[in-house]
């Protein structure tokens, strides 16, 4: 397995770390103080898109879904790499970089020319900050994404929409919003259906932006849909197929070694954090400090360096086309349980000065939870896993039409 990404890239990874220095982190803070996401006319964000960030790297992968030519792939590597090292600086800054986002994946595995050219065409326009986004959460159907209740039915050239989401990364900022509906709650994952709803769509609105303990520079949506009428050609499954369960759960394994990555990145900004201030603050050696600081310093880099190597896997596979949900799900359980450790290690470390909140650690705490939570809880991780290794992929969840987060 090799690891290497080329030589071309590093101006980038460089770009990003400066970029984050200059930008991410101070941004983020501000974001966290004043509650909630930068306003989306902030000049930050036209700034960073003439340096050609986009959001959640995401788009990156793209190379790597286009026809086999037998050339190497880099896409899902590097985007592990860049994630890691955007979400290092501060993650919500991170996932806020205009762009289709989480959006992308569904349009890139489900969407024709056409839709491609419409709905990612338009972030090749480097003038205005566009975003993308992805609707799957519901008030009841967070891990059980077979259970949505957002209903679709076809009128006419349209299809019509009603029902609610929660959650939803970049909801309202978004130029349109990859919904995920079912034509029929009976059949299960097989009665989902993508579509593309454009900001403006009569019956689409947002109810909410939502406060949260952490990540508070990423903005996160509640969207309600009320005979919400889409053209028909806003769909991204024709329907006579019925792959758009498959197309989420394809979303998923692309999404979740990124979402890793920036776990480990996370995790790292605490070990820095830590070790500077363990630095400033400790000094000459005794039995005490090893205990406290040391030992621990030593935990957060072992675990650093074990997980990053699960992402980088999970990635890799993506790379070469090989399947790789276990992988992407064993990356996204560990790293994130990772990112908690570190920081709840890191603020052992602070003592009570950490949890004063004049230290970046206390918002490394509040922030790295939601890293177990999106893109499946990591019980929803090991239970994919459990059953990748006994063989067993929802038989009986199959039969009724339900499954997890997982297949
Ligand atoms: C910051 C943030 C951004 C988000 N962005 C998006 C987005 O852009 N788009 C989107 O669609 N969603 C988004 N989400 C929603 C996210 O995907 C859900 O929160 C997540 O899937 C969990 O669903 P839930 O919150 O409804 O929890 P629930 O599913 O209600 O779970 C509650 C608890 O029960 C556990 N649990 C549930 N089922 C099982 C089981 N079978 N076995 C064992 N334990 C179980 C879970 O692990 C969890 O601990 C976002 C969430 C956050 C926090």
């Known amino acids: 397995m090799d690891f290497e990404i080329p030589a071309k890239f590093e101006p980038l990874r460089q770009m990003i770390d400066w970029i984050g220095e200059t930008y991410l982190r101070p941004l983020g803070i501000e974001a966290d103080r004043q509650g909630g996401a930068l306003d989306p ?12 960030l986009t959001g959640g790297f995401v788009g990156k992968i793209r190379d790597t879904e286009r026809v086999d030519d037998g050339r190497p792939r880099f896409g899902a590597r590097r985007a592990v790499v860049l994630a890691e090292r955007a979400a290092y600086w501060d993650r ?10 989480l959006g992308a994946p569904p349009l890139m595995l489900m969407g024709n020319e056409d839709q491609k050219k419409r709905f990612l065409g338009m972030f090749k326009q480097k003038e205005t900050p566009r975003w993308g986004a992805f609707a799957m959460s519901e008030p009841g159907a967070g891990s059980d994404v077979a259970g949505i209740r957002t209903r679709a039915r076809p009128d006419g050239d349209h299809w019509v929409i009603d029902g609610e989401k929660c959650f939803i990364s970049n909801g309202a900022r978004a130029s349109w919003v990859v919904v995920w ?12 259906r993508a579509f593309i709803v454009e900001k ?37 499954t024709p329907p006579e197929k019925s792959g758009g369960f498959k197309g989420a759960m394809k ?41 406290r600081v040391g030992d621990r310093l ?6 650093i360096e074990m997980s990053r190597l699960l992402a980088w896997r999970a990635a890799w596979l993506t790379d070469h086309r090989k399947p790789n949900s276990a992988e992407a799900s064993m990356a996204k359980a560990t790293c994130a349980g990772v990112g908690l450790r570190a920081a709840t290690l890191g603020l052992d470390i602070l ?55 997982g297949r």
């Open 92 to 101: 919500g800054m991170a996932t806020s970089l205009p762009g289709p986002g």
């Open 298 to 303: 030593a935990e957060m880099r072992r675990k």
């Open 251 to 291: 979303t998923f394994d692309m999404v979740r070694p990124l979402v890793a990555a920036m776990a480990v990145g996370m995790a790292r900004a605490c070990y820095d954090e830590a070790a500077r201030f363990a630095e400033s603050h400790f000094t000459g050696p005794s039995a005490w400090r090893l205990e």
């Open 181 to 192: 509906a079912t034509v029929d709650p009976s059949l299960g994952r097989g009665g989902h």
């Open 200 to 236: 403006g769509t009569p019956g689409f609105s947002v109810a909410r932006v939502e406060h949260k303990m952490g990540l508070r520079a990423s903005e996160t949506a509640g969207l309600v849909f009320d005979g919400c009428r889409v053209p028909a050609e806003n769909l991204l």
């Open 351 to 405: 003592g009570e000065a950490g949890g004063g909140g004049d230290y970046l650690i206390e918002k490394l705490f509040r922030d790295v939870k939601a890293l177990d939570i999106v893109e499946g809880t990591g019980q929803i991780q090991r239970l994919i896993i459990a059953r990748r290794l006994i063989g067993y992929a929802g038989d009986h969840q199959r039969a009724q039409g339900r499954d997890h987060h």
């Open 41 to 52: 006319a902030h000049p930050f964000f036209k700034e960073a898109l003439k340096k050609g």
